[in-house]
């Protein structure tokens, strides 16, 4: 599973403006709703449902958030990159700035996990995190995320 098989340009932001981490959930929602279309609101409330499960801060800066939604045929991810860092209630109680979040259809199973390893093995490359926030370009942000997509086998 390839993030290029994930991401669109259209699904980059880099300069994302939220104080809270329902606010970054609620904008990543509205986004969502551009490029899926799914209603927003429906994007919201799974977000949100797999949060009261336990945060999807991993630590490190890094939140992904994911959930399955009826009405999509593929996986969807959009990245951003906050303007200033907010409490995800990480793992690690750090203030998170990348967010890569992931939408699969329900019966996504098996490739639903592919896809949260491989975001999750490239947000833990600590040279490539440092690159992603040394960016405030969607075009270099998306060239970026995708370019490892070629030299890390999935």
Same mark, same amino acid.
């Given at each position: 599973?390839?993030?290029?098989?994930?991401?669109?340009?259209? =699904?980059? #932001?880099? *300069?994302?403006?939220?104080?809270?981490?329902?606010?970054?959930?609620?904008?990543?929602?509205?986004?969502?709703?551009? #490029?899926?279309?799914?209603?927003?609101?429906?994007?919201?409330?799974?977000?949100?449902?797999?949060?009261?499960l336990g945060t999807?801060?991993?630590?490190?800066?890094?939140? #992904?958030?994911?959930?399955?939604?009826? =009405?999509?045929?593929?996986?969807?991810?959009?990245?951003?990159?906050?303007?200033?860092?907010?409490?995800?209630?990480? #793992?690690?109680?750090?203030?998170?700035?990348?967010?890569?979040?992931?939408?699969?259809?329900?019966?996504?199973?098996?490739d639903h996990l *592919?896809?949260?390893?491989?975001?999750?093995?490239?947000?833990?490359? *600590?040279?490539?995190?440092e690159k992603l926030? =040394?960016?405030?370009?969607?075009?270099?942000?998306?060239?970026?995320?995708?370019?490892?997509?070629?030299?890390?086998?999935?």
């Amino acid at each position: 599973m390839d993030i290029v098989n994930l991401l669109s340009t259209d =699904g980059v #932001i880099a *300069k994302l403006h939220a104080t809270s981490k329902k606010q970054s959930l609620q904008e990543l929602a509205k986004h969502a709703s551009a #490029i899926t279309g799914l209603h927003e609101r429906t994007v919201f409330d799974v977000l949100l449902e797999r949060e009261r499960l336990g945060t999807t801060g991993v630590g490190n800066g890094i939140a #992904i958030p994911h959930g399955k939604l009826p =009405g999509i045929d593929r996986l969807y991810g959009l990245f951003a990159r906050l303007e200033t860092p907010i409490d995800f209630d990480s #793992i690690d109680e750090q203030p998170v700035d990348l967010i890569f979040m992931l939408l699969a259809p329900e019966d996504a199973g098996a490739d639903h996990l *592919k896809a949260l390893a491989r975001v999750s093995r490239l947000l833990r490359d *600590k040279a490539m995190c440092e690159k992603l926030r =040394g960016s405030d370009q969607p075009e270099a942000l998306f060239a970026l995320l995708t370019e490892t997509a070629t030299s890390h086998a999935a």
